[in-house]
């Protein structure tokens, strides 16, 4: 009898949702538009009408100004890939196995350790002595491992694969221990394929935070060999506002440099590899690879 108006209730609910989703997603995506429409126009078009979302003028002098030196980006590129791939393939193997020994039942310290990591959440040593300890101590400046080693583990990361792991059925376990699998083959075998979503998405923001980093570059690398992505625009961006200062300093036309269209150019440049990674693991966000596992 109420079939028709649960239907109909459903349906104005999906138009809703699908429509609220539909706006946040044009919110979203319209400062990227803006970003490649400005990386497209002429820099004169853009310091007198300013960006447009469909460019009046189209000039491609901004990317050719970025691959005039293409050995240094693609340096830059070379780095920050290895980085992403080594660090982020390190530090999942290392938060996920730290996890499983701290969500053990049976690890009898494990309330100590956890608390210890929980500790460093809340209070850090400072700038200062990390810079201290890097430069002076393990005198890792300028070196490819400082880059690779700081942001290399994430207590918050351990904290949300501990949880996970913990929704693990221990039947899994123990049944793997009756059959005589060690600790390290339960771990590789079984747990980890079993984590595929919570690793996917810890994955993905350590990713992020490996190619997005710039701020160790600026502290510890003077090496321009050793320049990641991110750093590398920084410097460049830099140069071209410093070079458009002194022009307008000395009375020079400053039309003619593609400052802000370079910044754009840029900016697609060193954004675009890492945003084609999502829809590869969107997959695992959601879906639960635990369901079923252990049959009564």
Same mark, same amino acid.
Request: charged share 15%; hydrophobic share 50%.
């Given at each position: 009898?109420?079939?028709?108006k649960?239907?109909?209730?459903?349906?104005?609910?999906?138009?809703?949702?699908?429509?609220?989703?539909?706006?946040?997603?044009?919110?979203?995506?319209?400062?990227?538009?803006?970003?490649?429409?400005?990386?497209?126009?002429?820099?004169?078009?853009?310091?007198?009408?300013?960006?447009k979302?469909?460019?009046?003028?189209?000039?491609?002098?901004?990317?050719?100004?970025?691959?005039?030196?293409?050995?240094?980006?693609?340096?830059a590129?070379?780095?920050?890939?290895s980085?992403?791939l080594?660090?982020?393939?390190?530090?999942?193997?290392?938060?996920?196995?730290?996890?499983?020994?701290?969500?053990?039942?049976?690890f009898k310290?494990?309330?100590?350790f956890?608390?210890?990591?929980?500790?460093?959440?809340?209070?850090?040593?400072?700038?200062?002595?990390?810079?201290?300890l890097?430069?002076?101590?393990?005198?890792l400046?300028d070196?490819?491992l400082v880059?690779?080693?700081?942001?290399?583990?994430?207590?918050?990361y351990?904290?949300?694969?501990?949880?996970?792991?913990?929704?693990?059925?221990? !039947?899994?376990?123990?049944?793997?221990?009756?059959?005589?699998?060690?600790?390290?083959?339960?771990?590789?075998?079984?747990?980890l394929?079993?984590?595929?979503?919570?690793? !996917?998405?810890?994955?993905?923001?350590? !990713?992020?935070g490996?190619?997005?980093?710039?701020?160790?570059?600026?502290?510890?690398?003077?090496?321009?060999?050793?320049?990641p992505?991110?750093?590398?625009?920084?410097?460049?961006?830099?140069?071209v506002?410093?070079?458009?200062s002194?022009?307008?300093?000395?009375?020079?036309?400053?039309?003619?440099?593609?400052?802000?269209?370079?910044?754009? !150019?840029?900016?697609?440049?060193?954004?675009?590899?890492i945003?084609?990674?999502y829809?590869?693991?969107?997959?695992y966000?959601?879906?639960?690879?635990?369901?079923?596992?252990?049959?009564?």
């Amino acid at each position: 009898m109420h079939t028709p108006k649960i239907q109909t209730d459903q349906l104005i609910m999906n138009v809703l949702a699908y429509s609220c989703i539909t706006f946040v997603a044009l919110i979203c995506i319209l400062p990227f538009l803006l970003i490649l429409s400005g990386s497209i126009t002429d820099e004169k078009v853009i310091i007198l009408e300013g960006y447009k979302l469909f460019p009046s003028s189209f000039s491609f002098e901004a990317y050719q100004l970025i691959f005039k030196i293409p050995e240094e980006i693609l340096r830059a590129y070379g780095v920050t890939v290895s980085l992403t791939l080594i660090g982020t393939s390190l530090s999942l193997f290392l938060i996920s196995m730290s996890s499983y020994v701290l969500q053990r039942s049976d690890f009898k310290w494990r309330n100590a350790f956890s608390f210890y990591y929980y500790f460093t959440t809340l209070f850090s040593g400072g700038l200062v002595p990390l810079y201290i300890l890097v430069v002076n101590y393990l005198k890792l400046n300028d070196t490819y491992l400082v880059l690779l080693l700081l942001p290399l583990i994430n207590v918050f990361y351990i904290l949300v694969m501990k949880s996970f792991m913990r929704s693990i059925p221990a !039947a899994i376990t123990e049944s793997a221990k009756i059959d005589g699998a060690g600790d390290f083959t339960i771990f590789i075998r079984l747990i980890l394929p079993l984590c595929k979503p919570a690793l !996917a998405t810890i994955g993905l923001f350590v !990713a992020l935070g490996y190619w997005n980093d710039w701020f160790n570059s600026l502290l510890f690398i003077n090496n321009q060999k050793l320049y990641p992505l991110q750093y590398y625009l920084y410097k460049v961006i830099g140069s071209v506002d410093a070079l458009k200062s002194v022009a307008e300093k000395s009375g020079i036309s400053v039309r003619d440099l593609p400052g802000e269209g370079l910044k754009m !150019a840029l900016t697609i440049v060193v954004t675009g590899p890492i945003v084609l990674l999502y829809p590869f693991i969107q997959r695992y966000f959601v879906k639960g690879l635990t369901i079923g596992a252990v049959k009564g």
